[in-house]
């Protein structure tokens, strides 16, 4: 499955190049609320959509996928369908009982594109639909996939995490660290235009990287509980890697979903140690504490941050990661950007209600970028 073009809008802004230079130098887009009461987030506040959260919502998606479109040269009457993940996008602010699909529908419409389908696995829910669309392509159905995935925050997603406990007191993100204390919200989209290599071949379209492998489980532990012991994490790598007929020593880099809570990392860390041993050199990054949790979105962001990773052989570091977790033996950038060697990656995201996806994908074409060869 080849990846032809990608576009995001983060609370860092919306260049691909703009903002992985931004991730390398270390800087954040989390910012202090002003003076509401409200927990520092990532917020699309400088050109962000406006308008209630439906209206917000579908013009974020509209922007971002016709960005991927536009860098993949390929009109969006060309793509066979819009396959959109969001962690329940505006219905828990919505007062009307509409189809979770209707965000879906509506994107679509806006951009011209004739099918379209819906995925809603919580924070897995932008991996989720790279993963569909690449089952829609494998089965034949389709050719061309426009996937991603969006969410804002909504007055509804911050009462729930309020009361879960997950955000961080701190007002800091950071993954692996022992004195880790929660995640904070950030809010975004991204979308890659999934392909045949028969379809891309055809075109003549640039191949930025390629989906090797996917793989995903539902470790069914609890409704917002992940596996601490990493197991369900595992088989969903473990299925990726079989899908790629890769080695657990052919992995160069680790795109995690390093959120900062307890739990989570704990999981993510026991999933790594099972699979890679003490031994692995891959690199391990994360993009929440520049990016925030963007919940339905972030599959996506971290699938393309991975791809960027892989293009300039470099992880941007965790600016507020200081004293690593025992249980994480694998290396991490925490004192600046840091390089690797090796073209293949993974992607991992842990949702609500014990969804795990894992993306394994490898590197694509080098291209000019300002300042020379990226």
Excluded at 145 to 160: Q, V
Aim: net charge negative; proline share 5%.
């Amino acid at each position: 499955m080849c990846i032809t073009g990608m576009g995001w809008t983060t609370a860092l802004g919306d260049g691909l190049d703009e903002v992985w230079q931004q991730l390398t130098s270390g800087r954040v887009g989390i910012r202090e609320s002003a003076g509401d009461g409200r927990p520092p987030a990532a917020l699309l506040t400088e050109g962000g959509p406006a308008g209630p959260p439906s209206e917000r919502q579908i013009s974020l998606a509209v922007a971002t996928a016709a960005a991927a479109l536009r860098d993949a040269g390929c009109p969006a009457w060309d793509v066979d369908t819009l396959v959109l993940g969001s962690s329940l996008g505006p219905h828990l602010d919505d007062a009307a009982e509409i189809s979770p699909h209707t965000l879906t529908s509506a994107v679509a419409a806006q951009l011209g594109v004739a099918g379209s389908a819906s995925v809603s696995t919580a924070c897995s829910s932008g991996a989720d639909a790279v993963l569909a669309g690449a089952a829609l392509l494998t089965g034949g159905e389709a050719e061309r996939c426009l996937c991603g995935g969006i969410d804002l925050l909504t007055d509804g997603k911050l009462l729930g995490h309020r009361a879960l406990g997950t955000l961080s007191a701190s007002g800091t993100v950071r993954p692996f660290d022992t004195d880790r204390d929660g995640t904070l919200f950030g809010e975004g989209a991204g979308f890659l235009l999934l392909e045949t290599r028969a379809s891309a071949t055809a075109r003549g379209a640039r191949i930025l990287g390629e989906l090797r492998g996917w793989g995903a489980s539902n470790d069914g532990t609890g409704p917002t509980a992940p596996d601490e012991s990493g197991a369900g994490a595992v088989l969903a790598v473990r299925r990726a890697l079989a899908r790629a007929g890769a080695d657990p020593r052919d992995i160069a880099v680790i795109n995690a979903h390093g959120t900062g809570t307890r739990a989570n990392d704990t999981a993510e860390a026991a999933c790594y140690a099972t699979v890679f041993g003490a031994q692995s050199e891959a690199v391990v990054f994360a993009t929440k504490p520049a990016f925030g949790h963007t919940l339905g979105a972030t599959g996506a962001l971290e699938a393309i941050a991975l791809l960027l990773a892989l293009r300039h052989g470099t992880v941007p570091p965790l600016p507020h990661t200081r004293t690593v977790m025992p249980e994480l033996t694998l290396p991490l950038a925490t004192d600046g950007p840091r390089k690797f060697t090796g073209s293949l990656g993974i992607s991992l995201t842990l949702g609500f209600g014990g969804f795990n996806t894992c993306l394994l994908l490898s590197a694509g074409e080098r291209r000019t970028v300002t300042g020379g060869t990226a």
